[in-house]
Nanobody
Framework: QVQLVESGGGLVQAGGSLRLSCAAS????????MGWFRQGPGKEREFVAG????????YYPDSVKGRFTISKDNARNTLYLQMNSLKPEDTAVYYC??????????????????WGQGTQVTVSS
């Protein structure tokens, strides 16, 4: 019902920046919140950032707080993740997801109803 497509990934030197985008299409009127997760080599899936669709409240784990910024454009049905001061440990496949429930936990992977295919971010040391 909802399709999500990430873009903007690539290879960047440590200390550099990247901006990821997630374009949503289909029946998007039921979206309550959206978020970003990542999975690095040999690591478990990790919550990166979340945002409520109506209020715009944002949530971050300590690992990215102060470096990453999540934002949205409701009119364009697009989610963004601005990543600054990138570190080698940020290397991962980044996924965007959409929540279609009135009650949810941003950090719980199972809360998300829809997912994109992922985009690779590689930070060189």
């Amino acid at each position: 019902q909802v399709q999500l497509v990430e873009s903007g990934g690539g290879l960047v030197q440590a200390g550099g920046s990247l901006r990821l985008s997630c374009a949503a299409s289909g029946r998007t009127d039921g979206t309550y919140a959206m978020g970003w997760f990542r999975q690095g080599p040999g690591k478990e899936r990790e919550f990166v950032a979340g945002i409520s669709w109506k209020g715009g409240n944002t949530y971050y784990p300590d690992s990215v707080k102060g470096r990453f910024t999540i934002s949205k454009d409701n009119a364009r049905n697009t989610l963004y993740l601005q990543m600054n001061s990138l570190k080698p440990e940020d290397t991962a496949v980044y996924y965007c997801g959409a929540i279609n429930r009135p009650r949810y936990d941003y950090a719980d992977y199972k809360t998300y109803e829809y997912w994109g295919q992922g985009t690779q971010v590689t930070v060189s040391s």
